[in-house]
């Protein structure tokens, strides 16, 4: 057990390295010289010759490789331009909070409101409820969700008044505040996670419930709503983790699009406005960050999975 | 050699053996769709005895005896009789809140397959302890006291540590023994064990037979077998009844009715089981007629040697004769 | 079987006739006439289109849907029914390229990793691990960092970023056919290595790439889309959906006609295209139907 999660973590930082050294291509593939571009209006042969030198841009590519892994370790990612501050602090203790605080609540919510759609769904099977879950679970996945997020802005902001639709209020500075202006960027991130979790909920459980041990429950008297909510589902918990866990990126990638739309400063923010800034620096921290985060969260999943599923413990 | 045939009592009413039966089933019919299932199931069963009912698969032994735990879905199947229960009236009269209390407390099941009848992710222990503190409300020590005894009356060997196991990690006959335990925990009056032993090793087997009857005895209770293996059936039950396509063609104290057999289909599963020399039931020549092409009256008249032509239409009542309940125009 | 009645069964209908097929799922037949709408809209453009999309007519800025402009006009007076004609061509095509790029490359990294062994599986298994690391989105983003904007680079970026999810679904399936009896049984008769690759294993694996394909075209469309409203992919002026969407956003309380129809244009396509690959999914893919 204990050698198996050493092989995953070992896979894990494999990888890890290889995102490093592609974002290291990044940076050298960009178009444009980052020096000219630093001296601005004092450019000549000489000063561009030392900073070069400065920079340590003329040592060989595998050595400029490892002293930016190094750096970048160590928490020193550079300066950026736009942001005024040094990376850093801009990525991970800035922008990185907001990203979470809206993938957490969509996430969390997406379960809230999905799982019990979808049991519903499962239990009265082949009803009105079952088909309007059904076309919502279709919509859901398909609709794309930047548009829905103005179209909330259109009706709940424009309209009806009732949301902010701009801007980021941190939850642990001002709870309420944090949630009222949350509310629609969240359900907008959510809908494509509720229609998803919605779905399998409903085709998990429906099979689940054909099995012996459904049967054997309600044989032992255990009334209808234990033999669905706590011996059915439990054994839904897994497939729907691990869906989870794979659609962490759709979740990220969302989480993006959402922060544009309602204007959250959070990685998207920060990794768009770098691209059209040509601030690669940025981008490649925040390319990196979200690897790491992806990659980790990943490798925490598959961990999980035995606790979840006692028959896949290794005995 | 033509029988005696004399009326029973009542043409509907099976005839009671016992004075004070336990559980009388009267009239059971069962449709799916268009399709009748069960046609017209009577069974009674004294307190304390042993009832096997016998058959091929798809002869519905199962299906009856999951419709008299009311386990069957009220969209799954239309369902007409009565079954009196002790002192309730009618079984599949009940509402799901009153089958809730009654199940694990006076009715228990043992399913076939234990391996997919005990919930993969919850240990043993706390299965069986659920029910012990849902049924008889006791506290979570009384209940691990409890638990612990269960196992060992069962036969599980260090009982107080095959309490955190998971059935995965259990051998087949040691489910199928977790899963006696936890029918038989809160002692009820009436279980059911269907094909307990088919999903078994041979050798098995007659462990797990022998824990049913020993442990239904002692706790003076009454068991209705779904089997399919005739031999098992005789040794170990009191009662039989026989079953073809949903009906029942012959039934009453398995002693009698095995050993002179009247139905010619009782006949017939006798003779298969002693020529071949086998102990499984294999079917007599022929098919069961498919649903469509069921016939009105006796469904063995398809391939019953002694066919008369009023056999196909005319169901033939079930009536008292040496002994036991037989439905035939036309014995020999 | 412990509840279920284990009942005797009439023969069973026959798996229904391909022929039946769109009889059968009327959603699906909806949907793939939905779809073929927008494909003749991108085909026939010029000629369905009642205006010029980048014509710019002033005295009609802003205007609601009317009898003049069905869809309103933008704040360029640029008719919209008429640019999401247009846009059609380019969410149709940037999706049917990008899907093209990542597949291919998918199929020869994913073979490539199924066939192998040893150091080099695991490497590439670690190579896709990589790219999967990051969320589409973000790969093409990066990707448009390094080449920049336009309709051609976010083909590629697109395409590139979906040689990830391509690989994996490749790889699992050779492995899957590389353990089937007949292909086990055709080296032990001395057929030479390319040849099995090319004869048995490439047509098991062509046939899902093929469902998964269908599949993924409307996920390439939305990244496209994205890219566009985030401002990083196609530039104006040709008329990409999802420019139009975010032209149209500052405008949404008076104006909402700006961003609801091209956004609604958008929807119906990616709806359609969802259940037009459900379907074809669930009758085609090997998988899950036993016959093929």
Known sequence: ?315 | MTAVLSPAPTDQQPAADTADPLLEVCGLTLHRGTRKIIDDVSLSLGRGETLALVGESGAGKTTIAVALMGLLRRHEARIEGSARFDDMPDLLALREREWTRLRGRRLAMVFQDASAALNPCFTVGSQLMSVLRRKLGLSRAAARTRAIALLDDVGINDAAARLSAYPHELSGGMQQRVMVAIALSCNPELLFADEPTSALDVTIQAQIMRLILDQTRARGASCIFVLHDLALASQSCDRIVVLYAGQVMETGPSETVLTRPLHPYTKLLKFCVLEIGTRELTPPAGGVPSFDAMPQGCRFSTRCPNALPRCASDKPPLLQVEGRMLACWNPQ | MAVTTPTIDIAEKQPPRRAGLLRRRPFFTLALLVTLGFLLCAVFAPWIAPYDPTFQDIEWMMTPPGAQHWLGTDSYGQDILSRIIFGARYAISIGVFSVTIGAVGGLVIGMAAGLTGGIVEWLLMRLIDSILALPSLILAVAFIAILGQGVDKVILAVGIAMIGPFSRTVRADVLQVRVQLFVEAAGLMGIPRLRIIWRHILPNVIYPLAVQVTIRISEAILVSSALSFLGIGVTPPPPDWGLMIAEGRGFVSFAAWMSGMPGAALALLLIALSIVGDGIREEFDPKLKSGA
């Open chain 1, 1 to 315: 057990m204990f050698l198996l999660a050493c092989r995953k973590v070992f896979q894990t930082i494999f990888v890890l390295l290889i995102v490093s050294v592609a974002s290291f291509s990044l940076l050298k593939l960009a178009p444009g010289d980052p020096v000219e571009i630093m001296l601005g209006n004092e450019y000549s042969a000489e000063a561009h010759a030392s900073l070069v030198a400065e920079l340590g841009l003329d040592r060989p590519l595998a050595e400029q490789y490892l002293t930016w892994l190094g750096h970048f370790v160590t928490g020193d990612w550079g300066t950026s331009f736009i942001a005024r501050a040094d990376i850093f602090t801009y990525a991970v203790v800035e922008a990185l909070p907001v990203t979470l605080t809206l993938a957490a609540s969509a996430l969390g919510l997406a379960i809230v409101v999905g799982v019990p759609l979808g049991v519903l769904s499962a239990v009265r099977k082949d009803t009105v409820w079952d088909a309007g879950a059904a076309v919502f679970a279709l919509t859901g996945t398909a609709f794309p969700s930047f548009f829905l997020g103005i179209l909330l802005i259109w009706i709940f902001g424009a309209k009806l008044g009732l949301f902010p639709v701009m801007g980021f209020v941190p939850p642990w500075e001002d709870f309420w505040g944090g949630v009222y202006h949350m509310i629609l960027p969240a359900f907008t991130l959510s809908t494509y996670f509720m229609a998803m979790i919605v779905r399998l909920t409903r085709a998990t459980l429906v099979e689940v419930l054909e099995q012996p041990y459904i049967a054997a429950a309600r044989a032992r008297g255990e009334p209808g709503w234990r033999v669905i909510w706590i011996h059915g589902l439990r054994n839904v918990a897994m497939p729907l983790v691990t869906i989870l866990g794979l659609q962490l990126g759709a979740l990220l990638q969302g989480a993006v699009l959402t922060e544009t739309v309602f204007s959250l400063p959070g990685t998207g923010q920060m990794i768009t406005s770098a691209v059209l800034g040509r601030e690669y620096g940025v981008v490649q921290a925040g390319v990196m960050m979200t690897a790491t985060l992806f990659v980790v969260v990943n490798l925490i999943v598959d961990l999980a999975y035995p606790f979840l599923d006692p028959r896949l413990k290794p005995t």
